[in-house]
């Protein structure tokens, strides 16, 4: 059963640097045991913040970037290099600056790509591509003001099956997106879910007091499940 911990921080730039630093030893760790590290990345503003957070940390330089298979979450259904991609952010913010395998960087599907605007195929494209030996090191999730991970909302069809879904209805723009699954999220070793800042402190009360109708209740690790919060998410915490 996963154990869930949570981790308050004064203020978001703290925790950027704190989920940056988690991440290395993260990622030291898994390449230590098996010679390499797979992390699933996410997007949104604390996203960038400790991608970037994580490119001034000296610790880094330990890592293998070589070795490191980069997944993501969910991503905007739009034309590869939008400005609203997650992949687009993560490039900007910190992979551009890396010395990765081109191969290991496991973007999902853009809809100028190989399946045009059939986010369906899309998404099936992106399954086959999930790795089938071995389980996600670490997993990141931000969580929306409404308590949403990845593009699982409330509200919403997002207790589907699978490993990855085509979105159509998303509430927020842009209504497409590609998405991994709740039982895809659950089989990550670790999950962590960040959030900061006072427009997230109803979901996450909400979460931490149990509301199952929160998707950010479900996304659990297979070990471990951190709640890596700024004092101002974090306020009510305790129900």
Excluded: C
Excluded at 104 to 121: K, L, N, T
Excluded at 187 to 215: F, N, Q
């Amino acid at each position: 059963m996963s154990k869930t911990l949570v981790v308050v921080v004064p203020d978001a730039d703290t925790l950027a640097a704190t989920v940056a630093s988690r991440l290395i030893a993260k990622i030291v760790d898994a390449q230590v045991e098996r010679g390499s590290a797979d992390v699933v990345l996410t997007g949104g503003r604390i996203a960038k913040r400790v991608l970037a957070a994580l490119l001034e940390l000296p610790e880094a330089k330990a890592i293998s970037w070589s070795r490191v298979d980069l997944w993501w979450g969910d991503e905007r259904f739009l034309p590869a290099g939008d400005p609203e991609r997650n992949e687009t952010q993560a490039r900007e913010a910190l992979l551009d600056k890396l010395p990765l395998d081109p191969a290991r960087v496991h973007a999902m599907p853009a809809s100028d790509g190989p399946d045009g605007d059939d986010a369906e195929a899309a998404a099936a494209r992106y399954a086959a591509e999930l790795p089938t030996d071995r389980t996600f090191d670490v997993l990141m999730l931000g969580v929306g003001e409404d308590g949403h991970v990845a593009s699982l909302f409330p509200g919403r069809d997002w207790q589907t099956g699978g490993t990855t879904a085509a979105v159509h209805d998303s509430p927020k723009p842009p209504p497409t997106r590609i998405t991994l699954t709740m039982p895809a999220i659950q089989t990550a070793d670790e999950v962590w879910l960040i959030a900061a800042g006072p427009d997230k402190t109803d979901s996450v009360g909400r979460a931490l007091g149990g509301d199952k109708l929160v998707p950010a209740v479900h996304a659990t690790g297979r070990t471990k499940t951190y709640w890596l919060l700024d004092q101002a998410a974090a306020a009510k915490a305790n129900g």
